[in-house]
């Protein structure tokens, strides 16, 4: 008799063992999630344009063509254009206008293209002004 009430008192005690446990592990997950989310959540501050994922980089692109529509300021463009370090800025910005021209964003897309016309213009300025040296 004796050992068969043992028993049930180790069963028992495993059980509510398991339970603790279970209970412990999702309460610790929720109490770091509300941690994490709520009184201390991470805050990036020093996040380059380089670094952006490319539909970022998209959004990126968007905004300095809409300010460069906007103010005609072909310098500052290129300025903020450089820190996205493309390889190639102008086909980027070509690419992006006939991607948005494909999906009727015709604003966006003429935005992008006239950007793209005004830095390619401007590049073979100075290429014909480095090929020509003055007399």
């Known amino acids: 008799m004796t050992n068969q009430s043992d028993t049930r008192e180790i ?3 495993s059980k509510r063992g398991s339970w603790y446990l ?5 309460l610790g997950v929720v ?3 509300i941690y994490t ?3 201390d959540p991470v805050v990036y501050e020093t996040a380059l344009p380089s670094t952006l994922n490319e539909e970022d980089k998209d959004s990126y692109r968007l905004m300095i063509a809409q300010v460069y529509a906007a103010t005609g300021n072909l310098e500052r463009a290129e300025l ?3 820190v996205l370090e493309d390889n190639n800025p102008i086909y980027a910005l070509g690419a992006q206008a006939q991607q948005f021209m494909a999906e009727g964003r015709v ?3 003429q935005a ?3 950007l793209a016309s005004d830095l390619q213009s401007s590049q ?3 290429d014909n002004a480095l090929a020509r040296p003055d007399k």
Do not use: K, Y
């Open 11 to 13: 069963h028992t005690g």
């Open 22 to 26: 279970l209970v412990a592990l999702v």
């Open 31 to 33: 109490l770091g999630l």
């Open 37 to 39: 989310w709520v009184v």
């Open 80 to 82: 903020r254009l450089e």
């Open 107 to 109: 604003n966006d897309a």
């Open 112 to 114: 992008l293209a006239l």
């Open 124 to 126: 073979s300025i100075q």
